[in-house]
Every structure is written in structure tokens, then in C-alpha cells.
């Protein structure tokens, strides 16, 4: 913090230092007076310089590798607007898009690499292709003779996308315990690779290529964010010590309130080794998401995917000032913390949330 007493005598010296002076002052209170993370998942192949000027306002801006070839200079927007905005990496290792989109020339080059290798696709007993989201294919991240598919991934990765120097971290998408389940999506029938195989090792091959992968990247970048989902999966922390809640609450971790307990049980468990974590709002539940993510330090609020920033994200309620408290009332078991300029209450199980100012004002959506 700088002494008031220098602040004087810095003043005093000429109009140009004034003027300096007031500016670090209000570039410290700007940054002081919001306390709250917002991001956003901007996983579109484009955006606009009038886009990136509107994007900056988040904390944190997960993106489409694509745009470091196709708008550069939007890029370099968010950065010049918001100094210190994290830039993260999307990169989703398990599979890709077939054929891919005309506007993704790195996906474009690594599409035309994987159709020479068949073995580096992630297939079922008959040879057939694994399919888990709808256009995209799966490929093999298992330990099977070594790890081509992800030491070729690795390299492509790292030489045409991380060290471009726009980022500050990667997220992976997918980075899953099991592999077993693959199966009843696209058209594909049983377990992956036969039901007669042993899942077990198919579980543990999966496991370790893709600590692999992310250990590679980790020991090349060491001071960078690294964000994964699902947050259903504690596995590989590691090298991955933040989680992204996709369609908070996460219903796959089970348990009371659609997940939400279980949730923020994790997310408390990562604050002692990441303070990166997202909660990612369903469609209709972006108020509830916000609010149940200041509950903790640790957590990033985000609204779907491809948002722009809009003012309502903002609750304007200074620092948190305590913990938070658990408690009941007739609408049944909420949890509060304390702000400066209010307080945040939330609901589990009913999926409300409130937030009460100190000036008697109350917002709920």
C-alpha cells in the first residue's frame, strides 16, 4: 500500500505526478471495489474487435484456439482493455470435429495429420469409430505402445497455439475418470472396445495418457491456470487444480439439491490448491449460479457459453468480509456470507437466491 505521507510529497512535485498518482489510486480501487470473477466460454472460431471490447469487462475469457489465426487484433483488445484479464486455451484432447468447420485452420491441419494414422481413433471391437458428442469422433488418449495420438497432439498444440503469447492458461474439456461408458450415443452399442474386454485396464489406460498429456503441458508452462471438466471428476489435480461446473450444479456428482452440495464440497476442496474454479449456469438459472459462486474465493461466475457481458453480473458488493454461514428459516436450510455492501443468500434446494444490501435494497431473479 502506498503512505499517504509519500502520496503527499509525490503530489507536490509537479502536476504530471499528480495526475499519475490519482490514476494508480483509482486503478487500485477499481480492481479493490470488485470482488467478484465473472467469465465467459467464447467457444466460437471469430470474434469482433466490437465483441472483444464488450468481453473485456470479464475476468477471465476461455477461448477457441482459432482465434489467434482469425482475429489476432481482438485478442490483443482484451488484453489492452482489461490489463489484467486471464486468457485461457479451450483444447478438448478426446476428439474433433469430422469434417471440421472452414473457419478453424489449426483443427483443419490436425484433422488432415489424424486421417493418416487410423489407430490414433479411439474405435469399438469392430473397428467402428467411437462417437460421444453429435459431428465429432472420438480419438485414442490410452496408453497403447506409447501415446502417438497425444504426443503428436502435444507437439502441434504447443508449437502452433501456446506459445503464440496470448495465453495464461488452458482448459480441457472432457478430462474423464472412465472410458467405459462410451456407448448409446451416436448410433454406437455396448461398452466401448466389446464387452468382453477388461474395462478396468481400458479405465486406467485412459487415465494415464491423458495425465500425459496434461503433464506436459504443465512442465512447460508452470506458472499458467489450468481449468478442467467435468467437476464430477477430482482426478488429475495434479496438473489440472482448478474445475470448471458445467451446468451448475453439476447433477453428476448426485446427492442432495440436483448435485449442489456436492458441488460446492468440491469446489471448497480445490481452494487450498487452485483459485480458478468456473460454476457454468444452466439456461435458466444464471442469478442462482451467481450467487451460489460468491459463496466461496475461489470461484469464477459464467453464463452459458458465448455470452456477452451484460451489467446484471454485476452485484456491486465490494469485499466478502466473512465466511460462509449455514442456517434455516420456513423456506428451509440457506447459506449466507457477508459482503461489505451486503449479503449473499442462497437457497440449495429450492434454487433461489437473494442478495440484501445494506441500504434495505433486495435483488432476486
Sequence with gaps: ????????????????????VFFILAIGLFFAANAQKTAVHWY????????????????????????????????KLLKTNHPGILLVCYLNPIEVFDPAYSDKP????????????????????????????????MLNCRLDNGYPYLEYLFKSFEKNIL??????????????????????????KGLAYNDNQDTTKLDSQWRLGLR????????????????????????YTETVPNKMFENFPDKFLGGRADGWYNSLLNATKLE???????????????????CSSMLLDNVYFSDCQNKPWVEKYQLKLGHPVGK????????????????????????PDSGKAYVKYNNGETRKE
Design 1 to 20: 500500500m502506498i503512505h499517504s505521507q509519500f502520496i503527499k510529497i509525490l503530489i507536490k512535485k509537479s502536476t504530471k505526478m499528480k495526475k499519475l
Design 44 to 75: 466460437l472460431a471469430n470474434m469482433s474487435l466490437d465483441q472483444a471490447k464488450n468481453l473485456s469487462h470479464y475476468d477471465m475469457v476461455v477461448v477457441d484456439a482459432e482465434n489467434i489465426f482469425n482475429n489476432p487484433r481482438s485478442l
Design 106 to 137: 489449426w483443427s483443419i491441419a490436425l484433422l488432415k495429420e489424424l486421417k493418416k494414422h487410423k489407430d490414433w481413433w479411439f474405435q469399438d471391437g469392430a473397428g467402428k469409430q467411437m462417437v460421444f458428442w453429435s459431428g465429432m469422433k
Design 163 to 188: 506459445t503464440s503469447g496470448f495465453f495464461d492458461g488452458v482448459l480441457y474439456d472432457n478430462l474423464w475418470d472412465r472410458i467405459n461408458w462410451i456407448g448409446g450415443f451416436g448410433g454406437n
Design 212 to 235: 500425459y498429456l496434461t503433464k506436459k503441458i504443465k512442465i512447460k508452462h508452470q506458472k499458467w491456470i489450468f481449468i478442467s471438466n467435468p467437476g464430477s471428476n477430482m482426478l
Design 272 to 290: 487450498t490448491i487452485g483459485s480458478h474454479t468456473i460454476f457454468n449456469a444452466r439456461e435458466n438459472n444464471y442469478f442462482f449460479t451467481l
Design 324 to 347: 460462509y454461514l449455514i442456517d434455516h428459516d420456513v423456506d428451509g436450510e440457506f447459506f449466507c456470507r457477508p459482503y461489505e455492501k451486503g449479503k449473499i443468500i442462497v437457497y
